[in-house]
Every structure is written in structure tokens, then in C-alpha cells.
């Protein structure tokens, strides 16, 4: 028989207290086995058989180096199959990864069956309680040794992390097996609602987060075709991005940590963009240089290693996403500018207007886009008093070429130096057609790779959170209960 163990979650209750009431004459209550799982220091796991039902359960206390088993039981046509020991092996490894090295429990006198199974498993009996139980019956204290477990985390390679991300305007869910599989990833967009603003109103997504998040993340779980029992890790962003969005995921992931009892990961947003790119290529490998240009970045990183960020340069005044966002406002394009304006760009001319390409020889790598988008509106001042019309096309062309080449000749450059052979391009405004082709291009003629996420992948999405997320997972990198979303949190 397949046996499928599994944190206990609330909603296992009701099956449990079958087990329970059927196999001892003192059952626990429904308050007892509450009280146990909302506790830090337990561990409660169900065994899961066909069709996923509950057939067995069992709870650890954990007490500095000792572990207490609180309860185990399994439902009585499953017994003699090898499910109690599966949980009682899986108890002691989880409770030993705790920390303990030694396992106490109590067992009837008179039963005889359990005295069996537990010496089997090396306890022995050390001593007496007497009239431990109801009935005045004694109880047998057992004692044994832990195995000794250095560290235990699911295997890599078949971790199944559940991810979200809400930082801006995208509600995202996406449930990934083995750091590369995506088995779902679901985006609800918030677009609609802030495009007549021509922007994200921070109000508007909190709200927009919080009515949305449950119906993604169940999606996600549906589409992936698995339950919140077969995950294991909850990954989140927990910045940078609007704080009152950051923390609707933040909030929902910690309430489905402490829930589940499973291990909650921080994921930085701009890491996650960046590991978008194993998506395409799980193979890439440091030392890289990253360039994320969205909607609220524009950075060149360095990556000697994976989890190490050096900051290179980043825009000094606009994004190259907000660049693309305002200037499409100003012409009533749209929200979202990015994409209205890269539409518009392949059918004008690079050259009809020219732009200033800001910081282009500062020497360094930092940018700054405010002058061009300034630049922009009084050419487009400038036309409208002449009573000319403006050239939509040409106008995109022409701002997205000052854009790109300042991106790609830094981009480059810092390639160049930091002898790099690899550079991933992320953030929303990678979905630009142009930026991916002009710096491909750039970078080939130098015999450097250059790895672009899919277009859909570019944009937010948690996708890449759960990249990230696994990547930190196995490092035991794990966020306590007590985290807080950080609106301006770093990379380096
Ligand atoms: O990464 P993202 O989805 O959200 C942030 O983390 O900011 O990036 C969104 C930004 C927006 O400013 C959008 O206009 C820009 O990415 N963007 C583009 C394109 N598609 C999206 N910019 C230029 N060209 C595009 N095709
Ligand atoms: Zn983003």
C-alpha cells in the first residue's frame, strides 16, 4: 500500500477523531488535538492512503534533546501494514532534525500489540506509572535512542514549494516541483484597475491582493492537481514592492506556514526575477551579470555566486519600466506603457527623433531616465504648439532606442569587466523585444550568453518565486512567523 505522510492541518481533524474514538478508550477531545497543533514545539503528521484519506496520525512534543510521542494511532483495517511504523519513523527523523536525541512514550501495560511495535523500533521499558490511565491501569514508560540526523529536507529534486507573490499589481500563485517544474503558475492581473489611473494605486492593490489571493493560490493547487498536503515549503516575496501589497502575500503565506506546519521561505522580488531565468536554462551558473530593469528597478548586479549580489549601478531617478509607463500616459496611451510602446516602436523609426541617452558616458554604471522622459513630453509639447501631429511610432522607436542602448552598452561593458560569460536579463521591461534582441546581439559579437526569461515570465509572476524559493529552501534558508514584509528591501 502507498502511504503518503503529511504535516496534520486543521481540516484533519474530523477524520482523526474517528481514528481516535475507535482505538482507545480515552479518547483525546477535539481541544486536545487543537491545543497540539497550533504549537511550535510539536510535530503532528496523518498518514494519507488511497484517495488521499486520512488513515493514521501521530504527534511528537519536543523538550531540548528529548522528544515526547504525544499519540499515534491508525485506523484499525490499515493496521499491520507497515503505516504506523512509516509514522513513527518519519516522528522520530523530524523530531531528531529538532534536535532530540532520545524518545520517550507511555503505553498501556496490557497493550500488547504497542509494547511489540515499540520494542521493535529499539524502545525499552525503564519504568512504572502506576494508575497512569482512567481505569486506574498502569502506564509503561518507554525510552529510546534518535537516529542521529544531521539535517533532513526533502529530497532535492522532487521538492513540491507552493510560491507567492503579490508586490505590486499581480497577484500571483504558482506550485513548482524540483526547483525546475512548473506544475501551475497563475497571475491575476490588477491592470484593469489602475489603467484609468495611469499607474498602480497602492490603495487599489492591497484591496485588489486581499480579495483575490485565495481564489489563485486554490487555483494554482488545482491546476498543479495537488492539496496543500503534498507541499512542501511556502515561498513568498517579502520585498521590495508596495508594503500594503508585500504584506497581503506575506500575511496569507505565514497563515499557511503556521496552518500547515510547513517551512515558510523569503524570497527578495528582484532574486526572483533574476531566477526566472533558470526557467529557460536551469544550467546557468555564476559568475553573471544580471541587469533587471521593471517597473521599480533598473540594476546592474554582479553575481559571483548564487545568493551573492553585488550592486553595480542603479537608476538614479526613474525606472525603465516607470519611463515606459509615463511616457505612454502622457500620449493617453494606457497603462501598462511597456508593452503599448514596444508595439508601437516596431513599426517606427529608431532615428526620427533625437533622444539624449543620459549617463551614456559617465563612466559608470548607474542611470538615470527622468531627463529623457522629459526629453519626451516637451518634443511632444513642442509638435502639439506647432499644430503638428505626432508620429505615435516614430516617437516610441525613437525613446525606446535612447533606452535600450544605454542598457546594452552598460550591460556590456560591465560584462566586460567583470570577465562574466553569462548575463541574464530580468524584470518586466526584458520583455521588450528590442532590449533582448540589441543586447543578444551585443553580447555575441563578445562571445558572452545572454539568457532572457519567456516574454510571459519577464512580467511578475510567481513562477519565479518558487525558483528562488527552493534555491533558498535547500540552503535551510527559512523565514520565522515573525517576519515583516520590507517595502525597500535589498539584494546585497
Ligand atoms: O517586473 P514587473 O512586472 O513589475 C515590477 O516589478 O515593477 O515590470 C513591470 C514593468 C512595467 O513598467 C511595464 O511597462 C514594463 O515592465 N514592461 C515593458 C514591456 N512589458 C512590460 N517595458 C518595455 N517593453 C515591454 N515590452
Ligand atoms: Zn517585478
Redesign the pocket.
Known amino acids: 500500500m502507498t502511504v503518503r505522510l503529511r504535516h496534520f492541518a486543521s481540516f484533519d481533524l474530523q477524520p482523526a477523531l474517528e481514528i481516535e474514538q475507535a482505538s482507545f478508550p480515552e479518547p483525546w477531545s477535539p481541544g486536545m488535538f487543537l491545543g497540539e497543533l497550533s504549537r511550535a514545539d510539536r510535530i503532528w503528521l496523518v498518514a494519507e492512503g488511497a484517495a488521499g484519506r486520512v488513515i493514521g496520525y501521530g504527534g511528537v512534543m519536543i523538550v531540548g534533546d528529548e522528544a515526547h510521542l504525544m499519540n499515534l494511532a491508525v485506523a484499525a483495517p490499515e493496521r499491520r501494514s507497515g503505516v504506523g511504523r512509516a509514522l513513527y519513523d518519519e516522528l522520530a527523523a523530524r523530531a531528531a532534525l529538532a534536535g532530540a536525541r532520545r524518545i520517550t512514550l507511555e503505553v498501556r501495560y496490557d497493550n500488547e500489540a504497542a509494547l511489540g511495535f515499540y520494542r521493535a523500533e529499539g524502545l525499552a521499558v525503564e519504568a512504572v506509572r502506576p494508575g497512569y490511565y482512567r481505569g486506574g491501569q498502569d502506564a509503561l514508560i518507554m525510552w529510546g535512542e534518535l537516529p542521529d540526523v544531521q539535517r533532513r529536507v526533502p529530497p532535492a529534486g522532487s521538492e513540491v514549494v507552493l510560491a507567492i507573490e503579490t508586490?505590486?499589481?499581480?497577484t500571483a500563485a504558482a506550485v513548482m516541483r524540483g526547483g525546475t517544474e512548473v506544475l501551475s503558475s497563475v497571475v491575476a492581473s490588477q491592470v484593469d484597475f489602475h489603467s484609468r489611473f495611469g499607474g498602480v494605486v497602492p490603495e487599489i492593490a492591497s484591496r485588489k491582493h486581499i480579495e483575490a489571493i485565495v481564489g489563485v493560490v486554490t487555483e494554482a493547487l488545482d491546476r498543479a492537481g495537488l492539496t496543500l498536503g503534498h507541499v512542501d515549503a511556502i515561498a513568498v516575496t517579502h520585498g521590495p514592492?508596495l508594503i500594503g501589497a508585500l504584506v497581503v502575500g506575506l500575511a496569507y503565506a505565514k497563515g499557511l506556514a503556521f496552518a500547515t506546519g510547513l517551512p515558510l521561505v523569503g524570497v527578495n522580488?528582484l532574486e526572483g526575477?533574476i531566477f526566472a531565468n533558470m526557467l529557460v536554462d536551469p544550467d546557468i551558473e555564476p559568475p553573471l551579470v544580471a541587469l533587471v530593469?521593471?517597473?521599480?528597478?533598473t540594476s546592474l548586479i554582479h553575481v559571483p555566486e548564487w545568493g551573492v549580489y553585488l550592486t553595480l549601478g542603479e537608476t538614479l531617478d526613474d525606472?525603465?519600466?516607470?519611463a515606459?509607463?509615463k511616457v505612454?500616459k502622457v500620449l493617453g496611451l494606457g497603462?501598462?506603457?511597456?508593452?503599448i510602446?514596444?508595439?508601437l516602436a516596431a513599426e517606427g523609426d529608431p532615428e526620427a527623433i533625437a533622444f539624449p541617452r543620459a549617463m551614456m558616458r559617465s563612466g559608470d554604471y548607474r542611470f538615470s531616465l527622468s531627463g529623457l522622459k522629459t526629453a519626451v513630453i516637451n518634443h511632444i509639447r513642442h509638435e502639439r504648439e506647432a499644430g503638428r501631429e505626432i508620429h505615435h511610432p516614430d516617437l516610441a522607436a525613437s525613446f525606446?532606442a535612447a533606452i535600450v542602448d544605454v542598457q546594452v552598452a552598460k550591460t556590456v561593458r560591465a560584462a566586460e569587466e567583470y570577465g562574466v560569460k553569462t548575463v541574464c536579463l530580468a524584470?518586466?521591461?526584458?520583455?521588450?523585444?528590442?532590449?533582448r534582441e540589441s543586447l543578444r546581439s551585443a553580447l555575441a559579437e563578445r562571445e558572452i550568453t545572454l539568457t532572457v526569461p519567456e516574454?510571459g515570465l519577464?512580467?511578475?509572476?510567481a513562477a519565479m518565486i518558487a525558483v528562488a524559493g527552493t534555491w533558498r529552501l535547500r540552503r535551510g534558508d527559512l523565514l520565522g512567523l515573525d517576519a515583516e514584509a520590507v517595502a525597500d528591501l535589498r539584494l546585497d
Open positions: 508586490s505590486c499589481d499581480e514592492g522580488h526575477h530593469v521593471s517597473g521599480g528597478h525606472a525603465a519600466g516607470e515606459f509607463d505612454a497603462y501598462p506603457g511597456g508593452p510602446l514596444s508595439r525606446q524584470g518586466g521591461v526584458a520583455a521588450n523585444p528590442s532590449l516574454i519577464c512580467t511578475d509572476n
